[in-house]
Nanobody, 121 residues
Framework: QVQLVESGGGLVQPGGSLRLSCAAS????????MGWYRQAPGKQRELVAT???????NYGDSVKGRFSISKDNAKNTVYLQMNSLKPEDTAVYYCRIDAYEADSIRLVGVWGQGTQVSVSS
């Protein structure tokens, strides 16, 4: 199985910054991509940012220019640096990985448990 451990959420004032981390472990042969999605109360889950292990990033329109995604290949970890945070960024942030399992070489998609980000004065 593939597991994800997220960290870094919390409460921050508008204009502040937070950094989320997501570490993948377990039965991983190779990673296709990892990323972050978010879900606010009463809204659908939406893309925040994804990064391909071979290179390349993708951002949701609402976070472009403010958020930055990066990765550490050796640690199978992805980071989300969030700057200039706004109250509308308040949501549960979920990490996701798409990876091939080592034993079956089967492509699986796994979600993390989510971490709360609250932006409020």
């Amino acid at each position: 199985q593939v597991q994800l451990v997220e960290s870094g959420g919390g409460l921050v004032q508008p204009g502040g910054s937070l950094r989320l981390s997501c570490a993948a472990s377990g039965n991983i042969f190779s990673i296709n991509n990892m990323g972050w999605y978010r879900q606010a109360p009463g809204k659908q889950r939406e893309l925040v940012a994804t990064i391909r292990w071979a290179g390349g990033e993708n951002y949701g329109d609402s976070v472009k220019g403010r958020f930055s995604i990066s990765k550490d290949n050796a640690k199978n970890t992805v980071y989300l640096q969030m700057n200039s945070l706004k109250p509308e960024d308040t949501a549960v942030y979920y990490c996701r990985i798409d990876a091939y399992e080592a034993d079956s070489i089967r492509l699986v998609g796994v979600w993390g448990q989510g971490t709360q980000v609250s932006v409020s004065s």
